[in-house]
């Protein structure tokens, strides 16, 4: 089993930036791909960012495409999403997950690829 802890979040003004981190227990290492999903209220939760276990394939929403960026630290098995240019509309609870490397289409940002997931971390924009 993985335990994930998202931090990072807060109030930020819109054009600003975050960066969001995850810390995963165990070793997450050859073994799961990580991805960030974002939901705003009274919204299904979405896709943001995801990257290989190795970090060699990073894959992100079209929303997010240029404005965000996720990389990973292995060694200490920590996922983060730099976060600028902020928008109103990136206003969300941000969620970390993970996915076996045995998910083929993890990279599709597809929910049901992900088994564990964080607690989440309030990213809050005002205009």
């Known amino acids: 089993q993985v335990q994930l802890v998202e931090s990072g979040g807060g109030l930020v003004q819109a054009g600003g930036s975050l960066r969001l981190s995850c810390a995963a227990s165990g070793r997450t290492f050859g073994t799961y791909h990580m991805g960030w999903f974002r939901q705003a209220p009274g919204k299904e939760r979405e896709f943001v960012a995801a990257?290989?276990?190795?970090?060699?394939?990073?894959y992100y929403a079209d929303s997010v495409k240029g404005r965000f960026t996720i990389f990973s630290d292995n060694a200490k098995n920590t996922v983060f999403l730099q976060m600028n240019g902020l928008k109103p509309e990136d206003t969300a609870v941000y969620y970390c997950?993970?996915?076996?490397?045995?998910?083929?289409?993890?990279?599709?940002?597809?929910?049901?690829?992900?088994?564990?997931w964080g607690q989440g971390t309030q990213v809050t924009l005002s205009s």
């Open positions: 990257i290989s276990w190795s970090g060699s394939m990073k």
């Open positions: 997950a993970v996915a076996h490397i045995s998910r083929l289409r993890w990279w599709t940002g597809d929910k049901a690829n992900y088994e564990y």
